[in-house]
């Protein structure tokens, strides 16, 4: 923060602040001059409508405190001009950088201090998006404070290293700073966000044996499932329960799933970590900015916000065939880019999918009931919603077949979340420091994935007859791996092979190929 009084008879003031874009924050200069002349404030530096209103905010806020302003024109600068700024997050430094510049506040009191927040016209500090970004960004530059809201100051101390400075008014802030009633340290009392269902497990779902299995495997190695069945099979039930079986978030996913929700603005309010996995289910009808991330600001899109944790699409095929090709890229490469005219944003995309879809367009496609109509080039095309692109980054294609009445009526037998999640947790701390399979890249997978001659012979046989392309044979190998690693074996045997092929489908909804693989 810099001070400086001109001859010209002019005050200015410099404020260290920053604006998120995407989910990352980017340092912001607000500097504010007190110059001679009619009374009139004016805001530039690229500001979108949130920023320009700051200046009603500001006044107002300033009134309700006591604190008046010189009868002066007052210029904001929004420093770097270029960089777009978007919502109310910079009231707070823009008023801070007032008084200082009128002299209600010592030049030195925001030294070495980066601020954020939004004010009310009666003075107090509303929670801003990013919060968790921003205090990031305050210890790469070297700040040793932060000032923020009290409704952010608990995400904000996840970085470790800052003094957080929360504050829940203005007036309560300017005493602070000036050295009168010093604030409380933020706490952690707000409850944890929950991003699962409470209550779900697995010893509510009757039978799918195959897909329970399936998703364990995929647990284990962080592989993407789809499911096809018959309505009412129970594929939305396994799905809403797969993350009761997932591994508990280490600190840093934690800090990286909480730093995309709060850019999203999904903690406002809460100002508490993420500790669990998170689990998103988007309607069908999601556009391609909701599933991939985008508009104007850019914002998080669904695959972002599952960032670590689950995407769960329900009705897969019946998403658009764009919104559905969007995938491609974040599955591949785990991560989003989006590049506009004037930026470009990368986002982290490292999700889980797990997808759901019925054999048919009427869904009875195989039912005992023989309910189905649909003739053979309507299942074709609707197959064909689902790309072989896309469909080969599918490492586990299961059917969900209909459950029998006595199977669904009988006493509960399924095993619970807690003894398949150890297994899973288990089978993660043999893998070690490699992490989840799925994202090795191909030399570390070569070297962790050494075959038996049998299991070799065994793929080479399964690639001709299921005509893999490169990829499908690379993922079956990734699932190999996680099978080897559920069994406590070093190497990939025979019969790990044969299970991961089981799961391969050289087209949607045809298993006639699978169906021959035998040890």
Same mark, same amino acid.
């Given at each position: ?137 305050? #210890? ?94 129970? #594929? ?284």
């Amino acid at each position: 923060m810099a001070l400086g009084l001109l001859c010209l008879g002019h005050v200015t003031a410099t404020i260290r602040t920053a604006t998120v874009v995407g989910v990352d924050a980017r340092p912001v200069d607000v500097e504010v001059e007190l110059a001679q002349g009619l009374p009139f404030f004016s805001i530039i530096g690229l500001g979108d409508v949130a920023v320009k209103e700051a200046r009603y905010r500001v006044q107002a806020a300033l009134r309700a405190t006591d604190l008046h302003l010189p009868s002066k024109r007052i210029t904001v600068n929004l420093a770097p001009a270029a960089l777009r700024k978007d919502g109310a997050a910079l009231d707070l430094p823009m008023a801070l950088g007032l008084l200082v510049a009128a002299g209600h506040l010592p030049e030195d009191a925001l030294a070495d201090a980066l601020v954020i927040g939004e004010l009310s016209l009666s003075g107090h500090l509303r929670a801003v998006r990013g919060a968790l970004s921003v205090a990031a960004l305050a #210890k790469a530059l070297g700040r040793s404070r932060l000032i923020v809201p009290r409704d952010n100051g608990a995400e904000a101390m996840a970085v470790g290293g800052l003094e957080v400075i929360a504050s829940p008014t203005l007036s309560a802030l300017v005493a602070h700073l000036s050295g009168g009633a010093t604030l409380p340290e933020p706490t952690h009392s707000a409850p944890p966000i929950r991003t699962t269902e409470e209550g779900c497990d697995f010893d509510e779902v009757r039978g799918q044996a195959v897909a329970r299995r399936a998703l364990e495997i995929a647990a284990v190695g962080g592989h993407n499932v789809l499911m096809i069945g018959n309505p009412g099979a129970g #594929k939305t039930m396994l799905a809403r329960r797969f993350g009761t079986i997932l591994p508990s978030l280490s600190t840093e996913e934690g800090i990286e799933v909480t730093k995309v929700h709060s850019a999203a603005g999904l903690t406002l309010g809460t100002g508490q970590m993420i500790h669990e996995r998170p689990f998103r289910a988007p309607h069908h009808t999601v556009s391609e900015a909701g599933l991939i991330g985008g508009g104007h600001p850019i914002r998080p899109g669904e695959v972002s916000l599952a960032h670590h944790g689950v995407l769960f699409l329900d009705e897969m095929p019946e998403l658009p065939r764009h919104v559905l090709e969007s995938l491609r890229q974040p599955m591949e490469d785990r991560e989003v880019v989006i590049a506009r005219a004037r930026q470009t944003v990368r986002l982290p995309a490292a999700f889980m999918l797990v997808a759901a879809a019925n054999p048919c367009p009427c869904g009875w496609l195989g039912h005992p009931a023989g309910r189905c109509r649909c003739a053979a080039d309507e299942v074709s095309r609707y197959a064909g919603r689902i790309s072989g692109a896309l469909l080969d980054r599918i490492d586990l294609v299961v059917e969900t077949p209909a459950i029998a009445p006595d199977e669904l009526m009988g006493e509960v037998t399924s095993e619970g979340s807690a003894s398949i999640r150890s297994r899973v947790v288990e089978a993660r701390e043999r893998a070690g420091a490699r992490g989840p399979n799925a994202r090795l890249s191909g030399r570390v997978l070569r070297r962790a994935a050494p075959m038996s001659d049998g299991a070799r012979t065994l793929m080479s046989e399964c690639m001709n007859l299921l005509h893999l392309t490169a990829r499908g044979w690379e993922r079956a190998l990734r699932v190999s791996r996680s099978i080897a690693d559920l069994d406590g074996a070093d190497r990939i045997e025979e019969h790990h092979v044969a299970e991961a092929m089981r799961y391969r489908r050289p087209s949607a909804w045809n298993a006639s190929s699978v169906s021959r693989i035998e040890v």
